[in-house]
């Protein structure tokens, strides 16, 4: 595993009226360089880790670690990290504030006081590496989700963050817009970025995920390779999570192969049970 970009160190949080801990004693290391999917039921702790990790949360018990360094929660440090760790939240509603695609990308840029000739080239550049630039005057509200999803995202890459927060990324989206989105990421990959994604999307994560990490209750459960997590299927099953129908067909082939060769009618029988 590569060098921890960002490390969370027994952290504690705990929401205002709640009894129950969003975070409780989580000790994790996100990699550089790396692709990293962090799964878990609903409640697990994900997007309190992003929140956190961004800087919109401090941790009641505990330290988060940015490069080797602890965490400063006075505001220039924090719009340093924010510049470093961008985080795109569920809802793009959420996160876009100007009434034009345009305006809307620009926004970050002017609030960092940069020169206006660079803000205009980072906002054409952006428009054309995440395809809206027919949509540069266009009001965000006349955008399908798919569209104002790759709006937030050019929101906060306009940014060149090192490490990329995406919060179920793909939720609500159709075939295209999730095959557009998972090319963008591949680009963004490529580029050097760092990239965390929650989601419950398992097939997804098989095809795409470099590292695995899972939460339950607030606390690490399993991490490591796709193949070496998914490999735990009782702990899986028990987090009400199992494995993804892709893994399942690797597997069952793989068996076969190593098995019986000439058995082509129990391979068929093995790999139908799958799906019914």
């Given at each position: 595993?590569?060098?921890?970009?960002?490390?969370?160190?027994?952290?504690?949080?705990?929401?205002?009226?709640?009894?129950?801990?969003?975070?409780?004693?989580?000790?994790?290391?996100?990699?550089?360089?790396?692709?990293?999917?962090?799964?878990?039921?609903n409640g697990c702790g994900k997007?309190?880790?992003?929140?956190?990790?961004?800087?919109?949360?401090?941790?009641?018990?505990?330290?988060?670690?940015?490069?080797?360094?602890?965490?400063?929660?006075?505001?220039?440090?924090?719009?340093?990290?924010?510049?470093?760790?961008?985080?795109?939240?569920?809802?793009?509603?959420?996160?876009?504030?100007?009434?034009?695609?345009?305006?809307?990308?620009?926004?970050?840029?002017?609030?960092?006081?940069?020169?206006?000739?660079?803000?205009?080239?980072?906002?054409?550049?952006?428009?054309?590496?995440?395809?809206?630039?027919?949509?540069?005057?266009?009001?965000?509200?006349?955008?399908?989700?798919?569209?104002?999803?790759?709006?937030?995202?050019?929101?906060?890459?306009?940014?060149?963050?090192?490490?990329?927060?995406?919060?179920?990324?793909?939720?609500?989206?159709?075939?295209?817009?999730?095959?557009?989105?998972?090319?963008?990421?591949?680009?963004?990959?490529?580029?050097?970025?760092?990239?965390?994604?929650?989601?419950?999307?398992?097939?997804?994560?098989?095809?795409?995920?470099?590292?695995?990490?899972?939460?339950?209750?607030?606390?690490?459960?399993?991490?490591?390779?796709?193949?070496?997590?998914?490999?735990?299927?009782?702990?899986?099953?028990?987090?009400?999570?199992?494995?993804?129908?892709?893994?399942?067909?690797?597997?069952?082939?793989?068996?076969?192969?190593?098995?019986?060769?000439?058995?082509?009618?129990?391979?068929?029988?093995?790999?139908?049970?799958?799906?019914?």
């Amino acid at each position: 595993m590569s060098q921890c970009l960002i490390e969370f160190i027994d952290i504690h949080y705990t929401y205002p009226g709640s009894s129950q801990p969003a975070l409780n004693g989580l000790n994790l290391c996100i990699p550089a360089h790396t692709k990293t999917a962090l799964i878990g039921q609903n409640g697990c702790g994900k997007t309190t880790l992003f929140l956190l990790a961004n800087g919109l949360f401090k941790p009641q018990r505990g330290k988060v670690y940015y490069q080797g360094q602890p965490l400063v929660y006075n505001r220039r440090p924090l719009m340093e990290l924010r510049q470093k760790v961008g985080l795109v939240f569920q809802n793009p509603e959420q996160q876009i504030v100007a009434s034009t695609v345009e305006e809307d990308i620009s926004y970050g840029l002017c609030n960092l006081g940069l020169p206006d000739k660079e803000i205009t080239q980072r906002v054409e550049q952006a428009l054309s590496e995440f395809g809206l630039t027919e949509f540069a005057g266009k009001p965000v509200h006349h955008l399908s989700l798919g569209q104002k999803k790759r709006v937030s995202l050019a929101d906060v890459m306009v940014l060149q963050p090192e490490l990329l927060l995406l919060d179920e990324p793909t939720a609500f989206l159709d075939q295209l817009y999730t095959r557009q989105l998972m090319a963008t990421l591949k680009k963004i990959d490529a580029g050097g970025t760092t990239i965390l994604m929650a989601t419950h999307d398992l097939n997804l994560v098989y095809r795409w995920a470099d590292w695995i990490i899972v939460l339950d209750q607030g606390r690490l459960v399993l991490e490591g390779k796709p193949k070496d997590v998914f490999s735990q299927r009782e702990i899986l099953e028990e987090l009400h999570l199992g494995v993804p129908l892709i893994f399942d067909l690797v597997s069952q082939v793989s068996e076969f192969i190593e098995s019986d060769l000439t058995n082509t009618p129990l391979l068929i029988e093995r790999l139908r049970s799958l799906f019914l």
